[in-house]
T-cell receptor, first 113, second 114 residues
Framework: DVKVTQSSRYLVKRTGEKVFLECVQD?????MFWYRQDPGLGLRLIYF???????EKGDIPEGYSVSREKKERFSLILESASTNQTSMYLC????????????FGSGTRLTVV | TQLLEQSPQFLSIQEGENLTVYCNSS?????LQWYRQEPGEGPVLLVT?????EVKKLKRLTFQFGDARKDSSLHITAAQPGDTGLYLC??????????????FGKGTKLSVKP
């Protein structure tokens, strides 16, 4: 069963901490994405990558960085967590073009206190 | 910038009722996809429509792509509590340079009461 796996379902961190969210896919997809999802705001793209070591800013990259050292793994880093980064974070992967759809992970509910 | 507007934003109905969710844009899309997201989970792809005027059926769910490929609808017949969730439409932009990034609507939150 093909899947996208996110390392944590729930995470509680303190303001100012450095936070790592990990995502692994087993479908040999070239493209990988990080979104955050907030009520009323929908899915907002943070960063995406279409190849190893490549990254592109999405709509809301401020306060975040990413790393893609291997094709199957895409990490999201919160350099210094703040309360306004409390959210649901979703990782997704796809073949180029998006025509076959995205496969999403189950999400990480991050709370920053 | 291509946008997808979904309506209604919220829908609360009784089991057995029919409903339609709309996804509209002023722009043309190469294809449109529909996802369902259950509480605490990631979205799951339900269907992709590619051709203008195309209709696809998935059990009690009927998906239609507008003739001009600018809009789509999802119709559910005899809704059941298991249909509860957030329904998202997503479009593949019809212009080059998008790198395959889907454009997502904000979703329709459906609640089906027994």
């Amino acid at each position: 069963d093909v899947k996208v796996t996110q390392s944590s379902r729930y995470l509680v961190k303190r303001t100012g901490e450095k936070v790592f969210l990990e995502c692994v896919q087993d479908m040999d997809h070239e493209n990988m994405f990080w979104y955050r999802q907030d009520p009323g705001l929908g899915l907002r793209l943070i960063y995406f990558s279409y190849d190893v070591k490549m990254k592109e800013k999405g709509d809301i990259p401020e306060g975040y960085s990413v790393s893609r050292e291997k094709k199957e793994r895409f990490s999201l880093i919160l350099e210094s967590a703040s309360t306004n980064q409390t959210s649901m974070y979703l990782c997704a992967s796809s073949f180029p073009g998006g025509y076959y759809g995205y496969t999403f992970g189950s999400g990480t509910r991050l709370t920053v206190v | 910038t291509q946008l997808l507007e979904q309506s209604p934003q919220f829908l609360s109905i009784q089991e057995g009722e029919n409903l339609t969710v709309y996804c509209n844009s002023s722009s043309v899309f190469s294809s449109l996809q529909w996802y369902r997201q259950e509480p605490g989970e990631g979205p799951v792809l339900l269907v992709t429509v590619v051709t203008g005027g195309e209709v696809k059926k998935l059990k009690r769910l009927t998906f239609q792509f507008g003739d001009a490929r600018k809009d789509s609808s999802l119709h559910i017949t005899a809704a059941q509590p298991g249909d509860t969730g957030l329904y998202l439409c997503a479009g593949v932009p019809n212009y080059g340079g998008s790198q395959g990034n889907l454009i997502f609507g904000k979703g329709t939150k459906l609640s089906v009461k027994p």
